[in-house]
C-alpha cells in the first residue's frame, strides 16, 4: 500500500463528511492536490513539522467542524510535543492521521526512526490521547475515518512518492479559499 | 496599573480569543489572569513553534490570536515564522519577555537576550516597546498592525517593565 492510496481514501471520506483537511509539507500535499483538490484542503507548503499544530488549531477554532491532518511520520518526530498538546485540549472534532512509511520521502527516502525502534501509535498513546488506532489495509481508512472523529489514526505504507506535480496555487490563495470554506456556515 | 493587568487589558482591547502560551517567570500572572477568563481559550504548548502553528490554524478558522513566550523562544519558532506566518501573510501577536537585557541575574539568558531585536529586524517583523509600565495601548497598537499588515508584530517588555508598579 502507497501513500498516494491513502490519501485518496482519505480525501474523498473527508469530501464526504464535509471535513476540512490539512496536507503534510512536501509530496503528501502534492498527492493531495492532484488526487483531489478543494478549497476545504490547507496545504502546508512550509513550517517542517506544524501540519499537526494547525489542524489543532483550526479544530479549537471551528469547534462545529470535523478538521483532519494528514501527517507523517518524520513530520510527527519533529513535533512530538504536538501530541501531548492535543491530549490535554482534547477537541472532539480533530483527528490525526499519520501515514507513517518510515522514511523522509521528500527528501530521498532517507529513513525515519519509525523504520528502526519508535512506534508512534505507542508514543501517542503514551502523552494521552485516548483514542489511538492503527491500520495496515486500505479499505479500513474509510471506515475508519468515518466511525472516529477524534484521536489518532496510524496508517502504515511503504515507502515511494507518486508522479504528481507541484501546487502552482499561490499561498495567499490557497489561505483565502481555506478561510472562506471555513466562515461558510456549515449544516 | 501593574504590568500584568496592563498585558492582559490590551489582549482584551485587542479581542484575543485564543492565546498559546510557554511560560516565563515574569509572565506568570498573566497566564493566570488567562487560565480564569471564560472568553479566551488558553492553550499551553510544549515549544513556541508549535504555538505558531496552533495560532496560524486558529486564525484562519476565525480566532484572533496571540502568543505569551519568553524572547528564547523566538529561536525556537523562526523557520514556522518565515514559511508559515510570512508565506501566506497570516498575523500573530507575539507578547515576549525580553530577558537577557538590562536587570538580568540568569548569565545564559544573555546571547538570546542581546540577539533578540537583530533577529526580528532580520525577519522583517516589527517590535513595540511601551514606554513605560502600561502595555496595553502598545498591545493593541501591535495586533492593529499584525492585522492590517498580515505578519507577526512582537511586543517587547523587559525586566525594567515587569519591576514597575
Known amino acids: ?187 | 496599573m501593574d504590568p500584568a493587568t496592563s498585558v492582559f487589558n490590551g489582549l482584551k482591547k485587542s479581542g484575543i480569543d485564543l492565546i498559546t502560551t510557554v511560560p516565563c517567570a515574569n509572565l506568570k500572572e498573566v497566564i493566570l489572569m488567562l487560565e480564569d477568563d471564560p472568553d479566551i481559550k488558553h492553550v499551553p504548548v510544549t515549544r513556541e513553534e508549535e504555538g505558531v502553528g496552533i495560532c496560524a490554524g486558529a486564525w484562519m478558522g476565525g480566532g484572533k490570536t496571540a502568543m505569551l513566550m519568553q524572547n528564547s523562544g523566538l529561536g525556537n519558532s523562526i523557520n514556522a515564522l518565515a514559511s508559515l506566518n510570512q508565506l501566506y501573510g497570516i498575523p500573530l501577536l507575539m507578547i515576549m519577555s525580553h530577558r537577557g537585557v538590562e536587570g538580568e541575574p540568569i548569565c545564559a539568558q544573555v546571547p538570546m537576550g542581546e540577539l533578540t531585536t537583530r533577529l526580528l529586524d532580520a525577519l522583517v517583523i516589527p517590535y513595540l516597546i511601551p514606554d513605560d509600565h502600561d502595555a496595553e495601548q502598545t498591545i493593541h497598537r501591535a495586533w492593529n498592525l499584525a492585522t492590517a499588515e498580515n505578519k507577526p508584530v512582537a511586543v517587547l517588555l523587559d525586566i525594567p517593565f515587569w519591576e514597575g508598579a
Open chain 1, 1 to 187: 500500500m502507497k501513500r498516494i492510496a491513502v490519501i485518496r481514501e482519505a480525501a474523498s471520506t473527508a469530501r464526504d463528511i464535509g471535513a476540512l483537511v490539512v496536507g503534510n509539507i512536501g509530496f503528501p500535499s502534492r498527492e493531495l492536490h492532484a488526487v483531489d483538490d478543494r478549497p476545504d484542503n490547507f496545504y502546508m507548503l512550509g513550517s517542517m513539522g506544524l501540519a499537526s499544530s494547525i489542524g489543532l488549531g483550526i479544530a479549537l477554532a471551528q469547534p462545529e467542524r470535523r478538521v483532519i491532518a494528514l501527517d507523517g511520520d518524520g513530520s510527527v518526530l519533529m513535533n512530538m510535543g504536538s501530541l501531548a498538546t492535543i491530549a490535554s485540549q482534547q477537541p472532539e472534532n480533530y483527528l490525526l492521521v499519520i501515514i507513517d512509511n518510515g522514511s523522509y520521502g521528500s527528501t530521498g527516502d532517507q529513513p525515519t526512526a519509525t523504520s528502526q525502534k519508535t512506534d508512534l501509535a505507542r508514543v501517542a498513546k503514551g502523552a494521552g490521547i485516548q483514542n489511538v488506532h492503527m491500520i495496515d489495509i486500505l479499505t479500513d481508512v474509510r471506515r475508519m475515518m468515518e466511525q472516529v472523529s477524534s484521536g489518532v489514526i496510524v496508517i502504515k505504507v511503504e515507502p515511494g512518492n507518486a508522479d504528481v506535480p507541484v501546487i502552482h496555487l499561490c499561498p495567499a490563495d490557497i489561505m483565502e479559499r481555506f478561510m472562506a470554506q471555513c466562515a461558510r456556515p456549515f449544516p
